[in-house]
């Protein structure tokens, strides 16, 4: 894959980055422009909101992946599933930090950063999402999605003396 | 804090040493193993996102991002660009990689103390993180490992008030990897008193003096940990207690992990410590200098929110036991077909 063209999906591969119909509220990942679901679907092009995937899902299906590509030899056997996020979008992915013979079909899962591949010895690292097994400790209940925490635009009153 | 984990015993039987004695010699366990799909950036995004979310900060308001690392993936390409992309924290913010051997996460401390301070930031993240390697079958390899910690620096919601900082540095070549070069070289025995004991005691003991405390002012001490017993028998020279060290010790169980070491030590401190205690923590990086830092838990660690992310003692006891051919092909000590 050409630099410019990972380059260009890192929104997509870092932050999960998707978007959002802002009239019938349908999550897509990987972003597109227009909304199929919306009967009008033509005027929903252009208006389509970005929209931060929460990376918490499950396992819809998965296989075990014994022959790999070129680059993932060191990582055989590993589970490769289809996970339904928490917004609804499926993605494809691998899951880590898991026996691959313990994954199943259920299986709780929540968004990683791992290198994806490397170009050879001396090219570019490509990092992104994969998927680890949701524990207790990583199940955020008020977890903020990105539209529910928009910056600030100016820094709020110093609140306490202290200085870290 | 990475999955896998290796023992001494499983080292040393395959270079045909009494590996568990090496490892009581150097007070080590076990040692933590990254995958092969994991590296510093990575483990620095993973401990500043569950930094990010324990502390309900917003990442567009991280003003600066340091990474003190030796083994940033990239010679030439910054790890913090990575991780603050990672985070969703660019592109209004400084970022740069640090290093200063294992003491590159402290002194990114420092700095981010300073720029919060004159208020050029509101916040700033300093993350100490390593993949570090020792060669086959040298001693090194039965300590090196990997992890990283991660800590937003600001005025706001203090939990740990860092009251003073001093450094003590001096050129002292007892630990280097020269450029290109795929494992570090050490001075053996040099690494110790010289080195080591020397720069963490003088440092320990110009902060107390700049702080006015002594040893029995503090309920917990953490020190750079490149082995379970060099932190303990300086911490004996400058008069702190077993338990004094009990929470700021974690090398026996996941062993050096470099530039995480002590922070990651200072993470498990602050999963138990109480308000009002104090806490001393000295960094050491080789080549060499000491960071301490005189803590003061404030009541605000009553409200912070635990609730999401791993604590750190459950690291420490976790992590799943691979043998030693395994942990070779993870690190990447195997020569592949087609290459050179």
């Not at chain 2, 076990?30 to 994991?38: G, I, N, Q």
């Not at chain 2, 390593?130 to 990997?146: N, R, V």
């Not at chain 2, 050129?171 to 720069?199: L, N």
Request: charge should be neutral.
């Amino acid at each position: 894959m050409s630099i410019a063209r990972f380059w260009r999906e890192t929104p997509v591969r870092y932050n999960l980055g998707g978007c959002r119909c802002p009239t019938c509220l349908t999550v897509y990942f990987p972003p597109r422009s227009v909304c199929p679901v919306c009967v009008q679907h033509r005027s929903s092009i252009g208006r389509l909101e970005p929209f931060q995937l929460s990376g918490e899902g499950e396992v819809v299906s998965y296989t075990v992946v014994h022959d790999a590509a070129e680059g993932f030899e060191m990582q055989v056997p590993y589970a490769l599933a289809i996970v339904k996020t928490r917004e609804g979008p499926q993605l494809t992915a691998p899951v880590v930090d898991i026996d691959p013979s313990e994954v199943r079909i259920g299986l709780k899962v929540r968004a990683t950063f791992r290198k994806l591949r490397e170009e050879g010895k001396a090219g570019v690292i490509h990092y992104g999402y994969k998927f680890a097994p949701m524990d207790d400790v990583h199940r955020p209940p008020e977890r903020p999605t990105q539209s529910e925490t928009a910056p600030s635009t100016a820094p709020t009153a110093v609140a306490s003396e202290s200085r870290a | 804090m990475p999955l896998y984990r290796i023992t001494p015993a499983e080292i040393g039987r395959v270079w045909g040493t009494d590996g568990a004695a090496m490892g009581a010699a150097l007070g080590v366990r076990r040692k933590s193993v990254p995958a092969p799909d994991e590296d510093t950036i990575t483990i620095s995004t993973e401990a500043l996102r569950t930094a990010l979310i324990r502390g309900k900060i917003d990442p567009q308001e991280i003003g600066a991002l340091y990474v003190g690392s030796e083994s940033h993936p990239y010679a030439v390409k910054p790890t913090a660009s990575v991780v603050a992309q990672a985070v969703g924290a660019t592109p209004n913010l400084t970022a740069s990689d640090f290093e200063f051997a294992c003491k590159a996460g402290t002194a990114a401390i420092q700095t981010c103390l300073g720029l919060v301070g004159a208020e050029m930031v509101r916040y700033g993240v300093a993350i100490g993180s390593d993949t570090s390697q020792g060669a086959p079958g040298d001693a090194l390899e039965y300590s090196a490992s990997a992890g990283g910690a991660a800590f937003v620096i600001g005025r706001e919601r203090v939990i740990a008030k860092i009251r003073h900082t001093l450094s003590y540095t001096t050129d002292t070549p007892d630990f280097w990897r020269r450029e290109g070069q795929r494992y570090p070289s050490h001075g053996g025995r040099f690494t110790g008193e010289p080195a080591y004991f020397r720069h963490v005691t003088e440092c320990a003991q110009r902060l107390m003096e700049r702080a006015g405390t002594n040893p029995k002012s503090y309920a917990h001490v953490v020190f750079h940990q490149p082995n379970g017993k060099f932190p303990q028998r300086v911490g004996r020279m400058l008069g702190f207690t077993e338990a004094q060290m009990r929470y700021g010790l974690v090398t026996p169980q996941i062993g050096n992990t470099y530039s995480g070491a002590a922070l990651i030590g200072l993470a498990n401190v602050l999963d138990v410590a109480k308000a009002g205690e104090q806490v001393l923590m000295v960094g050491y990086g080789s080549g060499a200098g000491s960071d301490a830092f005189d803590i003061e838990v404030t009541d605000e660690i009553n409200r912070f929110d635990r609730s999401y992310g791993t604590p750190v003692q459950q690291f420490l006891d976790g992590g799943v036991e691979i043998p030693y051919a395994v942990y070779a092909k993870f690190r990447g000590k195997i020569r592949m077909g087609g290459e050179s």
